[in-house]
């Protein structure tokens, strides 16, 4: 528990909102991300979500409670240093291009200028930008903006990443390099906390979830647990013939099972539309 | 402060490509109808009115843009997320305010510079065309020189045995009507044939606005001589572009119209921290304004009395007696209107006094800026501009960002 990367306890926010009324935006949340692990932060619309990362992230003081990143108070500068951020829906300086905005905050990071250069050349050429470079980011589309701010997320090499909807705006081609790049960021040692309503996205990506609701958290753990089924289980065969089948069928019978269902297994709708866009090979890679 | 310098670049380069070009292809047109604006100015006072005119454009174009620009640099942050961005980086709140301060400031100068470098050069070259057509059309020639608190200027075809040299001391009662001080090199000024009818008539007192400003030109008359060997060597059209002594008191004007807009800026940037940016904006302007009419202000509860009403109502002060309503009404609006005075006064008080360097919006002194007004301006500016910023970081500090 020390260790851990975030770590939240008690939270509380309270808005004061039209004619001074009080609106509760989170409400006692206490949980904590481990190292290494991906952890999704789920729930609807005003559920509290952002209001949690502007917390963490000191852009908003809880009303009671406390939080912790990377050992230190959230919101000290010295663990800003460490951490990348992606707010949501964000579209940056619209007259920089893509690398003086990735200069710019290279300069806040205090990155010497031949380090600002290498990565802002790697990030771009990873995220695919490097092609527009010396664009002004007011003429991107939604997909390459949020590349953009993603690349300035990692531009620091951060040991923890908290992305906010970061799949936003992306068509199912981004959507899959993101996920993509989150597992990538996994496998190198760091920490993500993600934040979203898609829960197809987070589903395949997270160790862990926390879904909040009306500002409350209402369930925490694994994905593999909460979304198992104790009462049955799937098993997926190639290259057996009807008779089989029956045989298989009568087995579990008679070794006292219930079938519920026998069909053969589905491909995921992203699955087929990225080997439909891409060509069979990226299909079958990705499946 | 390395991270308030790359917030201070960003800022100037937003504001550069947003609105720089805009602005000065603006100002480059309002110079080009400059002849056709001021075509009702008598050809004496053509130049003195052009370069107040350039200068009054130059100064509202730069606060006009600077003020938005600072009023607009949080709630654009904001929408664009880019301050969540920026915000969650290792940067201090004070550093935030202190990049924005420096952005402004850096875009309040270079729009200036800009305007400054287009106007001097368009000046010049209207001076030139406008003097020249004058004395083709007239046989008159005009000339400008302005050197070390004099003004003097040399006419050579003025007498066969010398040379007429004319001396105006420039000291701050002059504009109330000082006579010309004439004085002949050479000759005998006693001798009728030496003295150019035209020049007789100076020796009256010169009407103060006739050279009211600084770039007042003195009209020689030489009545069936050439003009230019009036002028000697130099040609009339070349002077005022030639005249070292223009560009300095011009850079000393755009440098008073900088220190305005970056202090309005900042001001509007503070105020949108705490207010929509609209507010913000105007809230900034009336404060220059405020600050711009500061005597006017201060006079205002005196002027707005009772008398000043009666006077205004055109009504005698006995026919009061037998009409207590008026009275009555004309009670509630002296007060009213005088609170209201104060107020303003007080709101405009809170200014350093910017505009005394300038003393008016013309030319007139801003042109002739002494160096400790120059000083008390970078005091009061200085200190204005730490308040300011003190309640920006204040202000920025305790704001939360839903």
């Known amino acids: 528990m020390g260790d851990a990367p975030i770590r939240v306890e008690g939270l509380t926010k309270h808005y004061r909102g039209r004619w001074g009324r009080r609106v509760e935006a989170l409400r006692n949340l206490t949980l904590s991300v481990e190292p290494g692990e991906i952890f999704g932060l789920l729930g609807p619309n005003g559920s509290g979500k952002t209001t949690t990362l502007k917390l963490l992230t000191g852009l908003l003081r809880p009303t009671s409670g406390r939080a912790w990143m990377l050992g230190k108070p959230a919101g000290d500068p010295q663990v800003r240093s460490r951490i990348g951020f992606l707010p949501e829906e964000s579209y940056f300086y619209r007259f920089l291009t893509a690398a003086e905005t990735l200069d710019f905050f290279g300069r806040l990071f205090g990155l010497g200028v031949t380090e600002r250069r290498r990565r802002a050349d790697a990030l771009l050429e990873e995220f695919g930008l490097a092609e527009a470079r010396h664009r002004a980011v007011g003429t991107f589309s939604k997909g390459m903006a949020r590349r953009l701010g993603l690349a300035s997320t990692l531009l620091n090499d951060p040991e923890l990443v908290l992305l906010d909807e970061p799949t936003s705006g992306l068509d199912p081609m981004g959507t899959r390099e993101v996920k993509d790049l989150i597992l990538r960021l996994k496998a190198r040692g760091k920490t993500v906390l993600v934040c979203s309503h898609l829960l197809a996205d987070i589903e395949r990506i997270c160790d862990r979830i926390a879904i909040l609701a009306g500002g409350s958290l209402r369930i925490l753990g694994r994905v593999s647990d909460l979304l198992a089924r104790r009462d049955a289980v799937q098993m997926t065969v190639r290259g057996l013939g009807e008779g089989a089948l029956d045989a298989l069928r009568a087995q579990a019978r008679a070794l006292g099972g219930e079938v519920l269902s026998v069909e053969p297994p589905r491909d995921r709708l992203e699955d087929l539309f990225l080997s439909v866009v891409r060509g069979p090979s990226a299909g079958g890679k990705s499946s | ?402």
């Open chain 2, 1 to 402: 402060m390395t991270r308030a310098f790359a917030l201070a670049r960003v800022t100037l380069l937003e504001g550069l490509r947003a609105r720089a070009w805009a602005v000065w292809v603006l100002y480059a047109l309002i110079l080009a109808c400059l002849p056709a604006l001021l075509s009702g100015i008598p050809p004496s006072a053509w130049g003195r009115s052009a370069v107040t005119t350039a200068y009054q454009a130059a100064a509202l174009l730069t606060i006009a843009s600077v003020t938005i620009a600072g009023a607009r640099l949080v709630p654009r942050a904001l929408e664009s997320r880019v301050l969540f961005a920026v915000l969650t980086k290792p940067v201090r709140r004070a550093e935030y305010v202190a990049g924005g301060a420096l952005g402004i400031a850096s875009l309040a100068a270079v729009l200036a510079a800009g305007m400054g470098f287009v106007g001097g050069g368009g000046l010049s070259l209207s001076a030139s065309v406008r003097s020249t057509a004058y004395s083709r059309q007239t046989g008159t020639v005009e000339a400008r020189h302005e050197t070390d608190g004099t003004v003097s200027w040399t006419c050579r075809a003025a007498s066969p045995s010398g040379a007429l040299r004319l001396v105006i001391p420039v000291r701050a009662q002059t504009w109330d009507g000082t006579a010309l001080a004439l004085r002949w090199e050479g000759g005998d000024p006693e001798r009728t044939e030496n003295v150019p009818r035209s020049v007789r008539a100076w020796e009256e007192p010169v009407p103060p606005e006739a050279w009211r400003d600084g770039a007042a030109r003195l009209v020689v008359s030489v009545p069936g001589g050439n003009p230019r060997e009036a002028l000697g060597e130099a040609p009339a059209g070349r002077l005022l572009a030639s005249d070292r002594t223009f560009l300095l008191p011009w850079c000393a004007s755009l440098l008073v119209a900088w220190v305005v807009a970056t202090l309005l800026g900042i001001a509007a940037f503070v105020a949108s921290v705490f207010v929509s940016w609209r507010l913000a904006f105007l809230a900034a302007l009336t404060f220059g304004i405020c600050g711009a009419n500061r005597d006017l202000l201060h006079q205002m509860p005196n002027v707005l009395t009772r008398q000043t009403l009666q006077t205004t109502f055109s009504r005698a002060p006995h026919s009061h007696a037998h009409d207590p309503a008026p009275e009555e009404a004309a009670n509630w609006i002296d007060t009213g209107l005088s609170w209201a005075g104060r107020l303003l006064s007080a709101l405009g008080g809170a200014l350093p006094d910017l505009t005394r360097a300038q003393a008016a919006p013309t030319l007139a002194r801003s042109l002739s800026i002494p160096p400790r007004a120059l000083g008390s301006l970078a005091l009061g500016a200085g200190a204005f501009g730490c308040l300011l910023l003190a309640a920006g970081v204040l202000g920025f500090a305790r704001r939360e960002f839903v």
